[in-house]
């Protein structure tokens, strides 16, 4: 890191909790001092990992140390006051995060894609976006889709909401359960899909989280992504405003979206992360069988190979098209789809297998309660629960390829 990148990293860490202008000093970095401050941020999570992990408790430190270096705001467009970054570096930022805490960086990577995807779309009523953002700005402010019930599964299955919204006057009063909530005991704004009484229609609703009626079931008991904190988010008789109906949900008609580029984006750092514990452990462990290290070996040197073959190919994969949605025209974005999801099923599975391969290289201290690589093996194995599905993507995949013949 140059001197001038370092002293800039200081400046900030001093300016301390003065929010406005320690945002803006962050956001005068350049692109490589953006990216070490989130490196030099992201550093100190790796120390809890484990012990969240174990414990099943969230992180709230990682997302005040995030908060403190602006980076809640940095994917909110610049005409919005946001820093603007591109979807390309959204996603480095994200797989930096990720290898030292996959769960803090797929948490934040539901915020970052929403909000900077909402602000390029304009989706909603300009005057709600502003609000919503310069919530985000200056305090902080957290955004996340809440849309998975019980009864429905996957909101991109189609299934229709039992979250029902009823219209009261001029307000809408809501009722229901959503599940995988994750940032839930952090969020600040969620944005909850419910189906529109006495009509076929589904409406997503922005509510803020500190309205009469919210709360939180601590209900999130999975072995992966512990410290994600995907309670359960249960809505009884809440009162929004009708202003907070930001959206309807057509079936069959979502638009591609780039932003989604964050959850393979999360897999490839875990994978890189479980790269460096095996290559670490290669390169220190001398059995008294051989002389030097067991990376000397051809059968852990195959392996290695293997394991950095496989991240090649999925980073440049991630990158190539998080580039050409960057470039490409609002057009040429909505044919993109079937690539987009072809990006994560690629990715997250070269990331099972480059995890499954460091352990290997490791043997079964890989196992122990104290390696990384067991966490490392749970939290990556998420990904393949998370959306597009792989047989999604395969069928999209397969439908394009018979549309490009029949062109």
Not at 101 to 116: F, K, N, R, V, Y
Not at 231 to 241: L, P, Y
Not at 348 to 371: I, P, Q, W
Request: proline fraction near 4%; charge should be negative.
């Amino acid at each position: 890191m140059c001197t001038g990148r370092r002293s800039a990293i200081i400046h900030i860490h001093k300016i301390g909790f003065r929010r406005r202008i320690y945002l803006a000093t962050l956001q005068s970095l350049d692109r490589e001092a953006r990216l070490d401050l989130t490196r030099e941020t992201a550093r100190q999570f790796k120390e809890t990992s484990k012990q969240h992990d174990r414990e099943g408790t969230f992180p709230f430190e990682n997302f005040e140390a995030l908060k403190q270096i602006g980076y809640p705001q940095l994917s909110i467009p610049k005409n919005y006051g946001g820093g603007g970054i591109s979807l390309e570096e959204l996603m480095r930022h994200q797989q930096i995060i990720a290898e030292f805490d996959g769960a803090t960086a797929l948490s934040i990577g539901w915020h970052m894609g929403i909000i900077m995807d909402t602000g390029e779309k304009k989706a909603w009523d300009e005057n709600k976006y502003k609000e919503i953002v310069e919530d985000v700005i200056y305090n902080g402010a957290l955004v996340n889709n809440i849309a998975t019930e019980p009864a429905t599964g996957s909101p991109t299955r189609g299934g229709r909401p039992e979250t029902v919204a009823r219209k009261s006057g001029d307000s809408w009063i809501l009722n229901g359960r959503k599940t995988f909530a994750t940032l839930a005991p952090v969020l600040k704004y969620a944005i909850v899909s419910a189906s529109i009484e006495g009509s076929n229609d589904v409406g997503n609703f922005v509510v803020d989280t500190a309205r009469d009626g919210v709360s939180v079931d601590e209900t999130w008991d999975a072995i992966a992504m512990r410290a994600t904190g995907s309670h359960d988010f249960v809505m009884d008789n809440v009162q929004v405003d009708a202003g907070d109906l930001v959206s309807y949900r057509t079936p069959g008609q979502k638009a591609p979206s780039g932003w989604l580029l964050h959850i393979p984006a999360c897999y490839i750092g875990i994978a890189r992360a479980a790269q460096k514990s095996a290559v670490t452990f290669a390169t220190e462990y001398s059995p008294n069988s051989i002389d030097g290290t067991i990376s000397e070996l051809p059968n852990v040197q195959e392996k290695l190979g293997r394991i950095e073959l496989l991240l090649l190919e999925a980073e440049h994969f991630l990158y190539s098209v998080a580039r050409q949605w960057d470039e490409s025209s609002t057009e040429n974005r909505a044919q993109m789809g079937p690539v987009l999801g072809a990006v994560k099923t690629s990715a997250v599975n070269k990331a099972v297998e480059t995890v499954d391969l460091a352990m290997r290289v490791v043997g079964a201290k890989s196992l122990s309660e104290n390696s990384n690589l067991q966490l490392y093996y749970r939290n990556v194995r998420a990904g393949l629960h998370n959306p597009p599905m792989d047989d999604m993507v395969l069928i999209s995949l397969a439908k394009a390829s018979i549309n490009k013949m029949d062109a």
